[in-house]
């Protein structure tokens, strides 16, 4: 039997004015409306879906130390591509999706009296087990797809294929379980990258899609593909499409939009248009007939740093140090200015009685001075490199310097010439916090 995503289910909103009716009843029969199946039926597959939710969600919420998140600007609306979040990292998305409800409305009656909004958000948390692979959940509060409100879909994505052909290829595969239609989902995506354009294919299986009867139960079969161009390192615009191959008659998806990263913030910003409902893999892959929704995705990476000051204790004033007067800093373009590479920093001293070294470096990454606290000896040049896409700054706490903004794979370096102990943090994001100790007779950079 084809199985038409555009004919009306229990508790589903098919369009606008069915939108309200339906939304009362959704509510209360989201616990019995699984058409085709018995009680028994449904019981057994409940302890089911309980079991996996349950594991999706102990494997998302582990506390995260710092991670960069999927820039919204480097995919689209329906299609993640080959991302994966990185290793022991937590990332949280939003993307909310609204209609206007009722009788010849738009969205030009958002302001008005004459509709009313309609949402269906859904929300992803991911986090990562290795280099290539993370487990996650996302969850779709106002389903249009399945017989119950909630949708439910906890997968794991592993990407063992990255940046290969110079950089340009990457694959990656996902395995997940819609709970709400009690299906086996998959999928297998290609990415490539072409300059400022990006394209993106998938194809994605269902081993029982959109909650049918039991006695119609088999695999259906989706194939998508979008594409993302990139008008500058802050702007984007994308779009995508999705087609259930095995059924003729199913609405195709799509998807359009732009997307915004925020200056000196690891958040990113799309708004867009659509006709599917929900994030997961099945909302993803089959559209509402004559439906537009509007909505946007917002990005938050839960880095150690930024969100570890809610809970530590202040810090304890710093000791008195001794006056210092450092020579004026050094500030050098970078490399993609200049077109050379930076300078190779010394090496610490190995031998007894050698030199000190005269430059170390630290990196900046993932939102964070990789080093915390450096002990140098007088007359040692620092260089901070940049490696996040964000742009960042090295800001003396007592004003002695303070770089300009650092963009990614530049670097800033300042000489100490005199002992004592130097505070400083990153200006656009305050948390971000180090130490440099000057002391006389050190002999290796600690």
Excluded at 54 to 81: D, Y
Excluded at 309 to 332: C, H, K, Q, R
Excluded at 426 to 446: L, S
């Amino acid at each position: 039997m084809t199985i038409d995503p555009r004919r009306p289910r229990a508790g589903s909103p098919a369009r606008r004015a069915r939108a309200l009716t339906d939304r009362s009843f959704r509510s209360l029969s989201a616990g019995s409306a699984v058409a085709g199946h018995g009680e028994s039926a449904v019981a057994g597959h409940g302890h089911v879906r309980r079991v996996a939710i349950a594991i999706g969600l102990v494997a998302a919420l582990a506390v995260a130390p710092p991670l960069g998140a999927q820039p919204m600007t480097e995919r689209s609306p329906n299609l993640e591509g080959t991302w994966t979040t990185p290793p022991h990292s937590l990332h949280f998305q939003l993307s909310h999706r609204f209609e206007m409800a009722g009788s010849d409305v738009d969205i030009s009656d958002l302001f008005g009296a004459d509709g009313k909004v309609v949402n269906y958000p859904t929300f992803s948390l991911t986090y990562g087990l290795f280099e290539g692979g993370h487990l996650g959940v996302r969850y779709s509060s106002n389903s249009a797809l399945v017989g119950q409100a909630n949708e439910w879909q906890p997968y794991a994505k592993v990407a063992p294929l990255r940046g290969a052909a110079g950089g340009r290829l990457s694959l990656a595969a996902t395995g997940a379980y819609n709970a709400a239609a009690e299906s086996f989902d998959g999928e297998l995506a290609l990415q490539a990258d072409l300059g400022n354009l990006r394209l993106i294919a998938a194809g994605r299986g269902f081993s029982n899609p959109f909650d049918r009867p039991a006695v119609e139960e088999e695999a259906e079969f989706a194939l998508a593909g979008g594409a993302v161009l990139k008008l500058n390192r802050y702007v984007s615009l994308s779009g995508d499409y999705a087609n259930m191959i095995t059924q003729s008659d199913a609405q195709i998806a799509w998807s359009a939009g732009a997307a915004i990263a925020i200056p000196s913030t690891p958040h990113t910003l799309a708004f867009f248009a659509t006709n599917v409902t929900s994030g997961t893999l099945q909302g993803q892959s089959v559209g509402i007939d004559g439906a537009t929704y509007w909505g946007f995705e917002f990005t938050v990476p839960f880095t150690g740093p930024r969100w570890g000051l809610i809970f530590d204790p202040p810090p304890a004033a710093p000791a008195a140090v001794p006056a210092a007067t450092p020579a004026p800093p050094s500030v050098t373009p970078t490399a993609s200015e200049t077109g050379d590479p930076a300078p190779e920093p010394a090496t610490p001293a190995e031998a007894e009685g050698a030199t000190p070294p005269r430059l170390v470096e630290i990196e900046i990454a993932n939102v964070n001075f990789a080093t915390k606290e450096l002990e140098i000896a007088p007359g040692t040049t620092v260089r901070w490199i940049n490696r996040d896409p964000l742009a960042h700054t090295t800001t003396s706490n007592d004003g002695l310097w303070n770089s300009p903004l650092i963009e990614k794979d530049g670097y800033f370096e300042y000489t100490f010439e005199a002992p004592g102990r130097f505070d400083y943090y990153c200006m656009p994001h305050p948390f971000m916090k180090g130490v440099i100790i000057v002391t006389d007779g050190v002999e290796e950079v600690r």
